[in-house]
């Protein structure tokens, strides 16, 4: 088979592979919406300072402070606090009690688990730390989400597939038996 045949067998198969494949439902969704993501599934531990102090930072995805950014602490549905950074990206939240707080700025979102100073285990941090930006945005690509990467992953396996299957075919009808002779 000449090379073009080759081509054109590759794309015709290509072609049908993203037809029989059907489109993302991240894709058809429309274009994408500002949500809230979570910074990590995991639970953080922080320890309370003297009055119920809850500390914490705010930097964007290069380590640098940001300032002004207004801070909510939820516990459950209800907010229960709010601050707003200082220059250092720092604020404070007096008054809290022992339990689980969802504390958000911006489309980032922290889940704290705050102890007391007694009571708090050693793994326990003195502060939260949000950081906005990447971290906010992470897991998207573009308007797909994780099923459209997924999507996309698979589609460039059957490629993959498609292809090798292609020139398997091709070198197939190429084969030539090659004669050794035996030794004397």
Known sequence: MSC???????????????????????MAAGPARAQVK???AKIFDIALSQGGTFKGRVVDHTGAAIEGAEVTV???????????TDKDGSYVVSNLKTGVYNVSSGATEGVYRVWSEKT?????????????GENGARGNFGAMGDEGLILLAVTA???????????????????TTVVVPSSP
């Not at 939820?74 to 707003?84: C, D, E, L, R």
């Not at 708090?120 to 941090?125: D, E, G, Q, V, Y």
């Open 38 to 40: 979570t910074v990590d």
């Open 120 to 132: 708090a285990p050693p793994s326990a941090k003195e502060q939260s730390l949000l950081v906005m």
């Open 157 to 175: 396996v059957g490629a993959v597939a498609i292809v090798a299957l292609v020139l398997a075919i091709q070198n197939k009808g190429d084969s």
């Open 74 to 84: 939820k516990q459950g549905n209800k907010q229960v606090a709010h601050s707003v």
């Open 4 to 26: 073009l045949s080759f081509l054109r067998g590759a794309t015709v198969a290509l072609a049908a592979l993203g037809m029989m494949i059907p489109t993302a439902p991240a």
